[in-house]
């Protein structure tokens, strides 16, 4: 007999996730989508004999339930949601369902940017040293659905802000917050203080015996810790000092990892990702890795061996001594300046997109000393126009990848790097980021 009813709002990997979890954990399951819900999710879902609907909300069914697993996508002001919540009805997110239900360690990694790379180059290190281990969250496949059938030992999980908002009494064994910039404060009413007050989710229900691994240079997150009453043991990784317990960076070229009183040493030109940016994702990757107990020799492997993810500073190809780089998934104006900052060449930057109410002058000292023309690509640019037009002679406006690409290989010469980072969401001309790099990456391929 099915036990009480659990409603799943959102019919992508998430919902569909634990929608499975649900079902195993005998709920009487059902699933609602407000779009169309993709054919190899309808498979999934009619495989388990788990009911849904697409295209609509049954209100009735929906509000009849005490709780809702909502997918991060699903902002807190639609209808439906503010309905719930005046019925009293709990909001949680997959991640919280999902913990319910395992007894694994989980590293949990948060941050405006590089938490994909992070994330991927933590659960790199814990594979390569044997460790029984699922990659999930924001990445990799579902972690209800893994949980529900091959719940592994270890967790590394990307969690969003919208994913912590609906966490409670989740725990992460290790948390790693790795920046704080403005990002989505469409969802927060427009205030930075929620924001950031989100990202520090990641730190609710720890206790002595756990880990906070944070970015010492970042003023938002030590301004923050200063306010905060934090139980668990905290690692700070840095430039400007050589703390007790943690990473740091010594005479400009070695980071230096220092956990329980043993060290580990790399020249910086040995990591395998490079960028500024990089150098940080590496320190917090590699105190993770020494707090669960991996050896020195793996995470030095692992840290020198690594492949970039796709649409991250990934090389494309080089076309008449042009490099092309798609970095498509700087959908924020903080992830655009690292890209830029690690670049040492000319660049013919295409940027824009769905502009999240973005401040462009950060970039101001980056542009002008690197930048030699912008490709626009996106339906209103005049907000890019209006900041760099001062300084950039050559602002060109485009509306495809193909023609972004083709705009910026005539205004390139031998010697240049043709950079997509957008700083800006994609939504206006792409389904999402990575449609977006896919085509500019097929847009070189043809050129």
């Given at each position: 007999m099915d036990g009480p009813g659990?409603?799943?709002?959102?019919?992508?990997?998430?919902g569909v996730g634990a929608a499975i979890l649900?079902?195993?954990?005998?709920?009487?399951?059902?699933?609602?989508?407000?779009?169309?819900?993709?054919?190899?999710?309808?498979?999934a879902l009619k495989n388990h004999g788990i009911k849904w609907e697409e295209e609509k909300h049954s209100e009735e069914k929906i509000l009849s339930v005490n709780e809702i697993v909502k997918s991060p996508g699903i902002p807190d002001h639609v209808p439906i949601i503010k309905k719930a919540r005046k019925k009293g009805i709990r909001i949680i997110s997959e991640i919280e369902f999902a913990a319910r239900y395992t007894d694994a360690y989980k590293i949990c990694i948060t941050g405006s940017n590089g938490k994909t790379t992070t994330t991927l180059l933590i659960y790199d290190i814990l594979k390569r040293a044997g460790y029984h281990v699922g990659l999930a969250g924001n990445v990799g496949q579902s972690f209800a659905w893994q949980v529900a059938e091959n719940d592994f030992d270890y967790?590394?999980?990307?969690?969003?802000?919208?994913?912590?908002?609906?966490?409670?009494d989740f725990k992460a064994e290790i948390a790693?917050?790795?920046?704080?910039?403005?990002?989505?404060?469409?969802?927060?009413?427009?205030?930075?203080?929620?924001y950031t007050a989100s990202k520090f989710r990641i730190l609710q229900n720890q206790t002595e015996s756990d880990h906070f691994i944070f970015y010492e240079d970042d003023p938002v997150i030590?301004?923050?810790?200063?306010?905060?009453?934090?139980?668990?043991?905290?690692?700070?990784?840095?430039?400007?000092?050589?703390?007790?317990?943690?990473?740091?960076i010594k005479n400009n070229n070695l980071l230096v990892i220092q956990i329980n009183k043993e060290v580990l040493k790399m020249e910086i030109k040995e990591l395998a990702l490079v960028g500024k940016h990089n150098v940080y994702n590496s320190m917090a990757s590699g105190i993770a890795a020494r707090l669960v107990d991996i050896r020195k020799e793996v995470i030095k492997q692992s840290l020198t061996e690594f492949e970039n993810i796709e649409h991250r500073l990934e090389h494309v190809s080089y076309v008449k001594g042009i490099e092309f780089i798609n970095d498509s998934k700087a959908t924020n104006v903080n992830s655009a300046w690292y890209a830029l900052e690690s670049i040492n060449k000319p660049i013919i930057w295409i940027m824009g997109g769905m502009d999240k109410g973005n401040d462009y002058t950060q970039l101001m000292e980056l542009v002008k000393s690197k930048v030699k023309a912008i490709v626009c690509l996106g339906k209103d640019n005049s907000r890019v126009k209006e900041t760099f037009s001062s300084v950039i002679?050559?602002?060109?406006?485009?509306?495809?990848?193909?023609?972004?690409?083709?705009?910026a290989y005539l205004l390139g010469e031998k010697g240049d790097v043709v950079l997509l980072s957008p700083a800006c969401a994609s939504f206006d001309l792409f389904e999402n980021f990575e449609d977006r790099g896919r085509q500019f990456k097929k847009a070189v391929y043809d050129l």
């Open positions: 659990i409603i799943i709002l959102g019919g992508g990997e998430s649900a079902k195993k954990k005998g709920f009487d399951v059902f699933l609602s989508d407000k779009g169309r819900i993709n054919e190899k999710y309808k498979n967790y590394v999980l990307e969690i969003s802000s919208f994913q912590l908002d609906a966490m409670f790693v917050l790795l920046n704080i910039t403005p990002d989505h404060l469409d969802r927060y009413e427009n205030s930075f203080e929620k030590v301004q923050e810790i200063k306010k905060k009453d934090i139980k668990s043991c905290l690692y700070p990784y840095t430039e400007k000092f050589i703390p007790r317990e943690g990473a740091y002679k050559d602002i060109v406006e485009t509306e495809s990848a193909e023609d972004a690409v083709k705009a």
